[in-house]
């Protein structure tokens, strides 16, 4: 046991070699994905023309436990991996908690957050089946980075289109891109049919990840050559993400710590399904118990307000359907929401996990968001992407717990990234002009009501 450490490291012969497939061990699996012309489960064929083959045969595959991770990615990962996992003594001690808060930091790339584990497999899958290169979108900025860099790394090209109230408000997000060699092309835009369909529908529209998914796919799907990647949501971005859990159970194995809550924000679920895996596993196959917890905003609120349903993945309805726990396709929410995790559907996975009763949700407002982000600022020194300050949050809330019982529970949480190209969002916060809308009964009906029909 040692406990004084700060910074639990792995070795880097201790990275995992293998990516583990939650699928394998869930007795009851996630729905088929269904097309969306025909309503029938999607084929190889389907698929074909908008992903990477090697990434459809890992998204369709719910039986095999392990797979290997390829020697390229794996010498790509050796640059910044493993990722430290630090006890948070500082925060236990503001808190004044007999709880132990660890957190598995995966901000300590130039992408700043966690979506590097999938970017980088994914273009390498292209770049192995002999394409030009990928289309992809990006909300807050970190995929497009993490793809950006990747596709830096393997010489592919990589067109990216991103959301335009971050294009516009994070104009250095943008210059990180165009550095690694991607093109940037802000969504809704004209070089599509969708977009000049959303755009004449709605104008003046600030987009949304759904819509920027359309475009990128009808990008993918019109040049030969290309195809799309999609860094959340989806069972094969989950398996990449596996690493992080791996890495975590390795290095709280070594000092002999077994975690009893394990905290994750949610978004599309990747982090959360990623870091949860291994644990998960073991839940399933009954060796041992956890308490899951994933963390969304209240302003954006699919696992706890959405409906367990068929729905589309993208605005444009050109994208497979997902049984999924979802707002809607159409629901996009305020526009004064500024932490990230703006999705408006769940993983397919973890959908079905909570579903099962084998994980909890809670919401959490944006204000106490950055309130708790600040918090970690001050006390554990890194500055905290908004997204991954909903964990903080719902950490502090478990730690407060321990301190009115005196429990002294094992705390895990993902702190996903940084928050260097957020401080737009921090400067509404200092300067108390940051709002929480919720959406009102009302708002999410209407938008249910634009979930497609499948029985
Ligand atoms: C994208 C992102 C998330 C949310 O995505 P998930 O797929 O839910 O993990 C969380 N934190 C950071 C820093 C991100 O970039």
Redesign the pocket.
């Known amino acids: 046991m040692n406990n004084e450490k700060y910074k639990i490291y792995l070795e880097e012969s201790e990275i995992p070699t293998q990516w583990y497939n939650l699928r394998a061990d869930m007795k009851k699996k996630p729905a088929p994905m269904l097309n969306p012309a025909t309503l029938k489960p999607v084929t190889k064929a389907d698929l074909a023309p908008v992903f990477c083959d090697e990434l459809i045969e890992q998204e369709l595959d719910d039986t095999t436990p392990y797979f290997d991770i390829p020697d390229e990615v794996l010498k790509f990962y050796k640059m910044y991996r493993p990722s430290p996992l630090v006890r948070a003594y500082f925060l236990e001690e503001a808190l004044g908690t007999p709880a132990h808060i660890y957190y598995k930091f995966e901000?300590n790339n130039t992408s700043?957050?966690?979506?590097l584990n999938s970017a980088v497999a994914q273009v390498y899958y292209a770049k192995k089946q002999g394409l030009k290169g990928v289309t992809t979108e990006t909300?807050?900025g970190?995929?497009g980075t993490a793809v950006s860099m990747a596709a830096a790394f393997f010489k592919l090209d990589a067109k990216v289109y991103m959301v335009k109230c971050s294009y516009e408000q994070k104009p250095f997000r943008r210059e990180v891109m165009r550095t690694y060699g991607a093109s940037v092309t802000p969504s809704p835009s004209t070089e599509t049919e969708i977009g000049k369909k959303i755009l004449a529908e709605h104008p003046g529209t600030t987009g949304s990840l759904g819509c920027a998914i359309s475009e990128a796919v009808e990008k993918a799907v019109s040049t030969p050559g290309y195809r799309y990647i999609l860094?959340?949501?989806l069972s094969q971005?989950l398996l990449h993400?596996s690493i992080i859990g791996l890495e975590a159970k390795t290095a709280l194995d070594k000092i002999g710590v077994k975690p009893d809550v394990i905290i994750?924000?949610?978004?599309?679920?990747?982090?959360?399904g990623g870091l949860i895996a291994p644990f998960m596993g073991e839940k399933l196959r009954g060796e041992a118990d956890y308490d899951f917890v994933a963390v969304e905003p209240a302003s954006c609120p699919s696992l706890t307000r959405g409906k367990f349903a068929y729905d589309f993945c993208d605005t444009g309805k050109i994208c497979p359907l997902q049984k999924m726990y979802t707002l809607s396709s159409g629901f996009i929410p305020s526009p004064n929401h500024a932490g990230?995790?703006r999705y408006h559907g769940m993983s397919a996975i973890l959908s079905e996990l909570y579903d099962q009763g084998l994980m909890r949700a809670v919401s959490a407002k944006q204000t106490d968001v950055f309130k708790a982000a600040e918090l970690f600022a001050r006390t554990e020194g890194t500055l905290p992407?908004p997204?991954?300050s909903h964990a903080i949050k719902a950490a502090i809330d478990e730690a407060l717990k321990c301190k009115e019982t005196g429990e002294a529970k094992n705390i895990l949480f993902g702190l996903?990234?940084t928050g260097y190209f957020d401080m737009v969002a921090y400067e509404k916060f200092h300067n108390g002009e940051m709002t929480d809308y919720i959406p009102t009964d009302k708002d999410l009906a209407a938008a249910f009501a634009t979930l497609p029909k499948v029985d």
């Open positions: 901000g700043g957050s966690h979506k909300g807050a970190q995929w860094g959340s949501v971005v993400q994750g924000c949610a978004g599309g679920g990747s982090n959360l990230g995790l992407a997204e991954s996903t990234g």
